[in-house]
């Protein structure tokens, strides 16, 4: 498995925009496929992006599509997720998540609040 940290979370106002970082350790960074996720409260978890080994091949949420951009530096074992135009439809917790195969997760971090206000 690996140990994933996520951070950059916080307030912003509708249009504004945050990063997020995903820091990950523990199973070599390239073998991972890796994800966002997202939780708002009294909702089920969703997807909101993904990215592959090498970052040649990126998938989005269509509610976030165009707003959004998932990134990785493997160099760095970290990934982000860039996000513009934000809305308060956002606001939710975040998660990373990582695995070995493709569109399947078997690790994931704790989560960060992103809040988005009028």
């Known amino acids: 498995q690996v140990q994933l940290v996520e951070s950059g979370g916080g307030l912003v106002q509708a249009g504004g925009s945050l990063r997020l970082s995903c820091a990950a350790s523990?199973?070599?960074?390239?073998?991972?496929?890796m994800g966002w996720f997202r939780q708002a409260p009294g909702k089920e978890r969703e997807f909101v992006a993904s990215?592959?080994?090498?970052?040649?091949?990126?998938y989005y949420a269509d509610s976030v599509k165009g707003r959004f951009t998932i990134s990785r530096d493997n160099a760095k074992n970290t990934m982000y997720l860039q996000m513009n135009r934000l809305k308060p439809e956002d606001t939710a917790v975040y998660y990373c998540?990582?695995?070995?195969?493709?569109?399947?997760?078997?690790?994931w971090g704790q989560g960060t609040q992103v809040t988005v206000s009028l």
């Open positions: 523990g199973r070599t960074f390239t073998s991972n496929f």
């Open positions: 990215i592959s080994r090498f970052g040649a091949t990126t």
């Open positions: 998540a990582a695995g070995t195969i493709s569109g399947s997760y078997d690790s």
